[in-house]
T-cell receptor, first 115, second 113 residues
Framework: GQQVMQIPQYQHVQEGEDFTTYCNSS?????IQWYKQRPGGHPVFLIQLVKSGEVKKQKRLTFQFGEAKKNSSLHITATQTTDVGTYFCAGPSNAGGTSYGKLTFGQGTILTVHP | EPEVTQTPSHQVTQMGQEVILRCVPI?????FYWYRQILGQKVEFLVS????????KSEIFDDQFSVERPDGSNFTLKIRSTKLEDSAMYFCASHRRVIYEQYFGPGTRLTVT
């Protein structure tokens, strides 16, 4: 079945440093979504990328979708303590054509920001 | 802003007991899901539900699991005979349109002893 891999598993940064997490899918994706989960919280939608090569920015966050639509990245510039949490990429499964929005999540990258 | 709600927030049960986890999705949403997350691990899909029936289920979702939408608002996950390995956070999620951002509830932490 579809697999979504994410690296690194952990990232510890000093406040102000940049952070990047990478996501790779075993299959071509129709779109990719990114979620953030704060410690003890639930996944919260950040963004959805649909087009090949798409780049989207949200303030200090930059999201990219690969040309082959199998990989994606999230880059945070000048991290802040409020950025702490686990960042997940997730791709919809199109198996059988009836799975609607079923998401396959990557393992997540746990970001720790030291003040 | 509308949100998905889940009850209870924490459920402790003994192995072999039945549990029902409840969710109230956002009112105009049409697609409903249950996911689970074992502590420290990734979020795993369990089941999707649309038009009053299961549209897909994972290998995890065996005969011990069932879902219902008994009325226009609630969406429930039942585990008939809980096992120790069912201990996890269970998230309900919903969305309005196909392939769209999913709104997750705060989760129910299920502890099976």
């Amino acid at each position: 079945g579809q697999q979504v891999m994410q690296i690194p598993q952990y990232q510890h940064v000093q406040e102000g440093e940049d952070f990047t997490t990478y996501c790779n899918s075993s299959t071509t994706l129709s779109n990719i979504q990114w979620y953030k989960q704060r410690p003890g919280g639930h996944p919260v939608f950040l963004i959805q990328l649909v087009k090949s090569g798409e780049v989207k920015k949200q303030k200090r966050l930059t999201f990219q979708f690969g040309e082959a639509k199998k990989n994606s990245s999230l880059h945070i510039t000048a991290t802040q303590t409020t950025d702490v949490g686990t960042y997940f990429c997730a791709g919809p499964s199109n198996a059988g054509g009836t799975s609607y929005g079923k998401l396959t999540f990557g393992q997540g990258t746990i970001l720790t920001v030291h003040p | 802003e509308p949100e998905v709600t889940q009850t209870p927030s924490h459920q402790v049960t003994q192995m072999g007991q039945e549990v029902i986890l409840r969710c109230v999705p956002i009112s105009n949403h049409l697609y409903f899901y249950w996911y689970r997350q074992i502590l420290g691990q990734k979020v795993e899909f369990l089941v999707s539900f649309y038009n009053n029936e299961i549209s897909e289920k994972s290998e995890i979702f065996d005969d011990q699991f069932s879902v219902e939408r008994p009325d226009g608002s609630n969406f429930t996950l039942k585990i008939r005979s809980t096992k120790l390995e069912d201990s996890a956070m269970y998230f309900c999620a919903s969305h309005r349109r196909v392939i769209y951002e999913q709104y997750f509830g705060p989760g129910t932490r299920l502890t099976v002893t």
